[in-house]
């Protein structure tokens, strides 16, 4: 008797599911409908949206999705906000790309000189986003974009943002990409230096002068328009991006914040000694900058500067920044890092977002509950562990996390 019920239940969640999948189809297929006068503003003919949207079918495993009934699913593990430094910056991988990357400083060097003279950006520096982004373009991109910026635009927490972007992706169609192309990551970023669809009209660059943008294959291209996006950002011309520092056994890991700075010189005064040593010029001395300890005060130590935010803007992390910069560096010829990063573990999301919390109530934090340990976070934690009597090393543990608890 058990045989047949079990059957039955199975069979009725089946038709639920598949009920449920019928709806949300059909909704989607009346979203892109809904689409198509701002598509036609946007210059789209009606031939290709048709051709566009076509058997495409919401992307129901995206992260960042609102639907009902479903347990909010975040964003997929990125290697930026879940591995430690040790883990991501390895030295495998910079002497792999870096190594590449000359190569192709070589085989581009014209391309990349006419860059710099234009944008002001160095050619290393736009070698090294290509080499995180896509790895030279060797990183074939996983997503349909029209399917993901379509699904995000329909049932996404972020609706107006990707809908615009769809927009653009179908403009992008009508202006001549092939549609097989349109490959993206999952937050629909496209190409071989990931720029969003409304990115590629504003910052597309004809570097090739062929008649037309094309970040998918032409490299002067995709190189020029990440560097003219880093210019549009803010790039100062002749700066560094960071200088590794010394930091002298008294440092305060407290202070690493954006909003506290000073001229490198002074920091050379108050002990944070370059490494390697090297003489700087009187300009650069007088360079704004603010101290990043991106383990606390195990492992290297930086000063920031301006042109590490602009990079900053392109990915919000801080390990993606040291990576890009990094491996610009040793494409440029520049050794390892001079102090090696320690073997410090990473809390678990939910530890730090606990963290986060207990630390704003307590008034110390104020940006996101996010679970990602970013130099607020660890500037708040060194506040709490100086306010405390514990060892002042701005880094989150298990233990910091048990005597916030108590």
């Not at 045989?3 to 019928?22: D, E, G, R, Y």
């Not at 002749?238 to 010189?265: K, Q």
Request: proline content about 6%; aromatic content about 10%.
């Amino acid at each position: 008797m058990l045989m047949p019920i079990t059957k039955l239940l199975v069979a009725a969640v089946f038709l639920l599911n598949a009920t449920s999948a019928a709806r949300a189809d059909a909704a989607f297929s009346t979203f892109l409908e809904s689409m198509w006068p701002r598509a036609q503003q946007f210059g789209v003919s009606r031939a290709v949206f048709d051709a566009s949207i076509r058997g495409l079918e919401p992307d129901l495993t995206l992260p960042d999705l609102e639907l009902p009934g479903r347990p909010e699913r975040p964003p997929p593990g990125q290697a930026e906000f879940v591995q430690t430094p040790s883990q991501y910056l390895r030295e495998s991988s910079f002497d792999r790309l870096a190594a590449r990357g000359r190569q192709l400083a070589a085989q581009y060097r014209d391309t990349l000189a006419r860059i710099d003279k234009e944008f002001g950006v160095p050619g290393n520096i736009v070698l090294a986003i290509w080499a995180r982004e896509t790895d030279y373009g060797s990183y074939k991109l996983p997503h349909d974009a029209l399917r993901v910026l379509a699904t995000q635009g329909f049932t996404g927490k972020r609706k107006e943002l990707f809908q615009t972007e769809f927009l653009y992706a179908l403009k992008m169609i009508q202006d001549g990409t092939p549609r097989a192309d349109m490959r993206s990551s999952w937050g629909g970023a496209l190409g071989l230096t990931q720029f969003l669809p409304s990115e590629f009209y504003k910052l597309g660059v004809d570097f090739d002068r062929d008649g037309r943008a094309d970040i998918f294959r032409s490299v002067p291209d995709a190189l020029a328009s990440a560097a003219k996006q880093l210019q549009s950002k803010g790039w100062q011309s002749g700066e560094r991006w960071a200088y590794e520092v010394r930091a002298p056994a008294n440092a305060d890991c407290s202070i690493g914040t954006p909003d506290i700075t000073m001229p490198v010189g002074d920091w050379v005064k108050r002990g944070f000694l370059l490494a390697p040593p090297r003489k700087l010029t009187a300009q650069a001395l007088s360079q704004p900058a603010s101290l990043l300890q991106p383990e606390g005060s195990y492992g290297p130590a930086f000063l920031t500067t301006k042109n590490y935010y602009v990079i900053k803007e392109y990915n919000f992390s801080d390990l993606y920044v040291l990576f890009v910069g990094h491996l610009a560096d040793r494409i440029a010829g520049a050794k390892s890092f001079e102090t090696p990063w320690s073997k410090t573990d990473q809390l678990k999301t939910r530890d730090v977002e606990a963290m986060q919390q207990r630390l704003t109530e307590l008034g110390l934090y104020a940006d996101k509950i996010d679970g990602k340990a970013g130099m607020l976070t660890r500037a708040a934690l060194g506040k709490y562990q100086k306010a405390n009597g514990l060892k002042v090393d701005c880094w989150p543990t298990a233990a910091v996390l048990t005597h916030m608890r108590r």
